[in-house]
């Protein structure tokens, strides 16, 4: 079964920094690229980030460019998310998410097949 668990969620000030973390398993994580997926309170879930395979790509909402940096390592299994300079709009359930394809990343939300159980993230004014 493939699993995809995040952390590094919580409460912080307008301006702070976090970092989120995926760690994927019961596949091969370098086969496949990796997306961050955000849903605000009332809100459609939208595609915040995405990287490649390798890292050589990667993909960032107008809302959080020059903000948040998106990375991977693929001896870890593990996709980030750093996020600086949050501002109470980013508040949201933050979801990694991926799938079987061999496509990047999708901006049909559909398209991705397994999802995290979401991390909190909370910003403050």
């Known amino acids: 079964q493939v699993r995809l668990v995040e952390s590094g969620g919580g409460l912080v000030q307008a301006g702070g920094s976090l970092r989120l973390s995926c760690v994927v398993s019961g596949r091969t994580f370098s086969n496949y690229g990796m997306s961050w997926i955000r849903q605000a309170p009332g809100e459609e879930r939208e595609l915040v980030s995405a990287i490649s395979r390798t890292g050589g790509n990667t993909y960032y909402a107008d809302s959080v460019k020059g903000r948040f940096t998106i990375s991977r390592n693929n001896y870890k299994n593990t996709v980030y998310l750093q996020m600086n300079n949050l501002k109470p709009d980013d508040t949201a359930v933050y979801y990694c998410?991926?799938?079987?394809?061999?496509?990047?990343?999708?901006?049909?939300?559909?398209?991705?097949?397994?999802w995290g159980q979401g991390t909190q993230v909370t910003v403050s004014s």
């Open positions: 998410a991926t799938s079987d394809s061999s496509w990047s990343w999708s901006f049909s939300l559909n398209d991705y097949a397994y």
